[in-house]
C-alpha cells in the first residue's frame, strides 16, 4: 500500500521535491494519525498500533527514497509511475493479488449461495389442517412450553421416525425441550 500512496503522490514530482516529500510526507502524516489516535482515545475508539504506524512510516520513508534514486538513475526531470518499471511491476502484482482475492471471495459468496440453494431444496413447506380436537391439544403443549402452535408441529416433525414396515411414530417428548443427541443425529 505504501508502495502505491507513493506513486500516485510521486507523479510529476521532481527529484527536489520527492527529496523534501520523503521526509515531510510522512512525518506530517505521522503527526495527523497521532492526533486522530488521541482524539479517537476520547472517544473511546481503539488507537492504532504503534508498531505497524512504525512499520508504515518506514515502508513509506523506503518507497520515497527508491522513487528518488530511480529519478537519479533514469536521468528523468519528473516522475512518471508507467516508466518505472519496478513499481509498475509491484503494482500489478498488487492487482493480480487483489483480483485473486476477489475472485476468491466471488467463488466463497457462490458456493454458500449454492448451499443454501440446496438447503431451500431440501425444505418442505406446507400447511397442516388438524381437527379442532387435535389443534386444541398442540395450542395447549405449545402454551404449557411457551411456545407457538407452529413450533410444536416443527418439533413432532423433527422426532418422527419411520419403522421398517414404513410405519411413522414419534417417541413422547417434551415440547421445547430437544435433547442434543436428536438435534445432531437430524
Keep these: 500500500m505504501a508502495r502505491d500512496q507513493v506513486r500516485r503522490q510521486a507523479a510529476g514530482m521532481d527529484a527536489r521535491q520527492v527529496a523534501q516529500a520523503d521526509e515531510a510526507v510522512v ?3 505521522e503527526s495527523q494519525e497521532a492526533l486522530r489516535s488521541s482524539s479517537a482515545q476520547h472517544r473511546a475508539e481503539p488507537a492504532p498500533d504503534p508498531q505497524e ?3 508504515r512510516r518506514v515502508a513509506r520513508l ?3 527514497r527508491r522513487v528518488a534514486a530511480h529519478l537519479a538513475a533514469t536521468g ?3 516522475y512518471d509511475a508507467d516508466h518505472d518499471k519496478e513499481g509498475s511491476a ?10 485473486e482475492a476477489l475472485r476468491a ?5 457462490q458456493a454458500a449461495w449454492a448451499q443454501r440453494r440446496r438447503e431451500e431444496q431440501d425444505e418442505l413447506r406446507t400447511e397442516v389442517w388438524l381437527s379442532g380436537a387435535a389443534g386444541r391439544r398442540i ?5 404449557r412450553a411457551g411456545l407457538t402452535p407452529h413450533e410444536v408441529v416443527a418439533q413432532l416433525t ?3 421416525s419411520v419403522g421398517e414396515d414404513g410405519t411413522l411414530s414419534v417417541a413422547p417428548f417434551v415440547p421445547g425441550h430437544m435433547p442434543r443427541a436428536a438435534i445432531e443425529e437430524r
Design 53 to 55: 504506524v512504525a512499520e
Design 76 to 78: 528523468a526531470h519528473a
Design 90 to 99: 509491484w503494482a500489478r502484482e498488487r492487482q493480480e493479488r487483489r483480483a
Design 105 to 109: 471471495q466471488a467463488l466463497r459468496a
Design 158 to 160: 423433527k422426532r418422527v
Design 27 to 29: 512525518g506530517v502524516r
Design 139 to 143: 395450542r395447549a403443549a405449545a402454551a
Design 62 to 64: 523506503a518507497e520515497w
